[in-house]
């Protein structure tokens, strides 16, 4: 990855609210997708909502993972079969990638998965999950994020169980919010957030990370601090 994109994932890992404003060419798909899987593969039980501005833009971040994962991205030269051996395969044919057309999705042995979501607010009510991305969030209304941050709105600590010291239990992963887009105009609600994140994230408040990457940053972008 661009040391760039390596930046965004590394200080969204342990945060509540991120925000990834980045200018075209600069990757903020295959970040989401790289993102999603090494959340699934490395956090058990982990589940991620994709939520583009329609459902075909849901599905494209979702195809993005399925080429990743299976080596078909020619500039991805040092790409393994570490995420495909994880998916649970439902059949002697499947690869573990389902296409049904209401929603795309996959689950790994772990007890983690991924599912896309379409744009219809009447439909994506009562999901609950560790993660939420927003691909081009710049342009969805805002009757369609009220509903689907209502997903990740439970505390990743709380617990219950028989005979169990619960305070002694070790702490959740942060269930996220992740809000990607190159930069739409000022009076939507992406810009909104990006002012409350990047002003939240200034003082101090480690929940909230905000990055903005515009074309300067990608025309003079590095690898391994190289040009």
Aim: net charge neutral.
């Amino acid at each position: 990855m661009l040391d760039i994109q390596k930046y965004a994932i590394y200080n969204s890992w342990a945060r509540d609210f991120v925000l990834w404003l980045q200018c075209r060419n600069a990757g903020k798909s295959t970040e989401i997708a790289i993102y999603a899987m090494l959340r699934s593969i490395l956090i058990p039980f982990h589940v991620t909502y994709i939520l583009g501005n329609s459902g075909e833009q849901s599905k494209l971040v979702f195809l993005k993972i399925q080429k990743i994962a299976k080596r078909e991205i020619e500039s991805f030269t040092g790409g393994t079969d570490i995420f495909l051996n994880e998916l649970v395969k439902t059949g002697s044919t499947s690869d573990g990638f389902v296409h049904n057309p209401a929603s795309f999705s996959m689950q790994l042995f772990n007890g983690s998965e991924v599912n896309t979501l379409n744009s219809n607010i009447i439909n994506i009510k009562g999901n609950r999950a560790s993660l939420v991305c927003f691909d081009e969030s710049g342009w969805f209304p805002t009757e369609l994020l009220l509903q689907s941050e209502q997903f990740a709105n439970q505390d990743e600590n709380f617990k219950l169980g028989g005979g169990i010291d619960v305070t002694v239990e070790p702490k959740g992963f942060p269930r996220q919010l992740l809000y990607a887009s190159s930069a739409s105009d000022t009076d939507s609600a992406f810009y909104k957030k990006f002012r409350q994140f990047s002003d939240r994230m200034f003082i101090g408040d480690k929940r909230y990370f905000a990055c903005n990457f515009d074309i300067d940053m990608v025309l003079s972008a590095t690898y391994k601090r190289k040009p």
